[in-house]
């Protein structure tokens, strides 16, 4: 099958399409940089011509409110009006665990716009919403810093690695559409202020993380469940002693 992957070039992006090339399809990574650009719809209907199937792991360049929800309302509009006229079979979205449940986050608003005019469009399709990667748990824990203590919220945490994120996408992808939201999630379930406190100390930084139920996440406040799978859920098998042994190996 053509497949069309946009934001290809990116950190999932890039894993899944070497996954589905290596099961033998033809896959298009495309973004801005290979002359399509889902903003202003330049290059979409070239790239899509003959596409079977769309997966967009496409993310907003920038965090602020309006440009989130700019981007994934414009993004969005385009790249499925793109699809459509195409004769597209399958659209796969990556998005993320409480997306539903964060209305209060720029970012979340932005993302419940893109679910619904992928629910909207008529193509069928699959929503793939994912736990936080273990790849940005320095990001989190930098969010919540000050001095040598950070502070986050203690809600539950199911982080997964950014390669078992590309192998669900791949299966997901050469699936049947579902035409609903299906979760992913990484294979261990802690408070995020013990997986960050691990993290911190897997990787010699001396900093202490405080337990604070008014710590803000990424702009909303968060329940105890927010960020972790409501049921059923694809788990990865990578945990972050496993996750961070590739990591260093990699480097190596």
């Known amino acids: 099958m053509k497949i069309v992957v946009i934001g290809g070039s990116g950190l999932i992006g ?12 033809e896959v298009l990574a495309a973004s801005p940089a290979s002359g399509v ?12 011509a003959k596409a079977d199937i ?50 209060g986050s720029g970012y979340f608003r932005g993302k419940i716009l893109q679910e619904k005019l992928i629910r909207e ?14 790849e940005f748990l320095g990001g989190i824990a930098q969010s919540g810093a000050r001095g040598q203590e950070v502070h986050l919220s203690p809600a539950w945490l199911q982080p997964i690695a950014a390669d078992d994120v590309a192998l669900a996408m791949a299966e997901f992808t050469l699936g ?31 900093r202490r993380v405080v337990a604070d139920p008014e710590a803000g996440y990424f702009g909303a406040r968060l ?15 990578l945990d972050l002693e496993s996750w961070l042994e590739r990591q260093r190996a990699v480097a190596a």
């Open 54 to 103: 769309v997966v967009d792991v496409a993310n907003s360049p920038s965090f602020e409110d309006q440009a989130v929800l700019d981007f994934f309302g414009t993004s969005g509009r385009n790249l499925l009006a793109a699809e459509a006229r195409a004769g597209v079979r399958h659209h796969v979205a990556l998005s993320v665990v409480g997306t539903d449940r964060l209305p």
């Open 121 to 134: 469009a008529g193509i069928p399709y699959t929503i793939v919403r994912s736990t936080q990667f273990l």
């Open 37 to 48: 650009n889902t903003l202003t719809g330049e290059g979409l209907d070239v790239a899509l």
């Open 176 to 206: 049947a559409p579902v035409n609903d939201v299906v979760e992913i999630a990484g294979p261990q379930r802690q408070r995020m202020t013990e997986v960050v406190q691990h993290y911190l100390e897997l990787t010699g930084d001396a």
């Open 14 to 25: 890039s894993k899944l399409c070497a996954i589905l090339r290596e099961r033998g399809h």
């Open 223 to 237: 329940e105890d469940d927010t960020l972790v799978p409501a049921g059923q859920a694809w788990l990865g098998k």
